[in-house]
């Protein structure tokens, strides 16, 4: 069964400091993975999805980036962090966008910039 | 833009009322629609979802959803809380660049016992 995993569970970084945040899927082969931040009264916010390694797409502009150095590895970084980027980061994974399936999430990481 | 909305933030109920929580979307596409839920410290997991066929979909612990198509809803109900539906609920449906999931701003339910 696929499983998809998350880490750290929670971080506390202060302002200026890089980041990153590892997402690693397990029992599947190219799946499509995504990052999501999830903001209070904002919902989930996507940021970042990739269909395959190497090949990274940016939904909203930001401090962030993101890597795909491996087939089930999605990696979300940032080189100084803003006060702004705290919030709670879920990655994601499905066999395709439109997957009739949805998507399965991480369990996240609660990410607090001070 | 495609869009995904959800009318309430925060709903309070107490145990056996009924529930029915909104949401609209706006895709002219093929609709795939989701409901999501978030129990306090868990991860987000998949309440039920419609894809096709019978508008009136059934998902885990009584929870259903009708999707009506004239009215771009999908609204969430359940006939009978209990204190454990305490929890956020997330809608969300096709949309971004290539149709990736976008979800609502979520809704708050609290049961009281």
């Known amino acids: 069964s696929q499983t998809i995993h998350q880490w750290p569970a929670t971080l506390v970084q202060p302002v200026g400091s890089p980041l990153s945040l590892e997402c690693t899927v397990e029992?599947?082969?190219?799946?499509?993975l995504y990052w999501y931040r999830q903001a209070a009264g904002r919902g989930l916010q996507l940021l970042f999805y990739s269909v395959g390694i190497g090949q990274i797409s940016s939904e909203v502009p930001q401090n962030l980036s993101a890597s795909r150095p491996q087939d089930r590895q999605f990696i979300l970084s940032s080189k100084k962090l803003l006060l702004s980027d705290s919030g709670f980061y879920l990655c994601a994974w499905s066999q395709h966008p439109g997957d009739s399936k949805g998507y399965t999430f991480g369990s996240g990481t609660r990410l607090t910039v001070v | 833009a495609q869009s995904v909305s959800q009318h309430n933030h925060h709903v309070i109920l107490s145990e056996a009322a009924s529930l029915e929580l909104g949401c609209n979307y706006s895709y002219g596409g093929t609709v795939n629609l989701f409901w999501y839920v978030q129990y306090p410290g868990q991860h987000l997991q998949l309440l039920l979802k419609y894809f096709s066929g019978d508008p009136l979909v059934k998902g885990i612990k009584g929870f259903e959803a009708e999707f009506i198509k004239s009215k771009f809803s999908f609204n969430l109900r359940k006939p009978s809380v209990q204190w454990s539906d305490t929890a956020e609920y997330f809608c969300?449906?096709?949309?971004?660049?290539?149709?990736?999931?976008?979800f609502g701003k979520g809704t708050k339910l609290s049961v009281k016992p």
């Open positions: 969300a449906g096709p949309g971004g660049s290539q149709g990736n999931l976008i």
């Open positions: 029992g599947t082969s190219n799946p499509n």
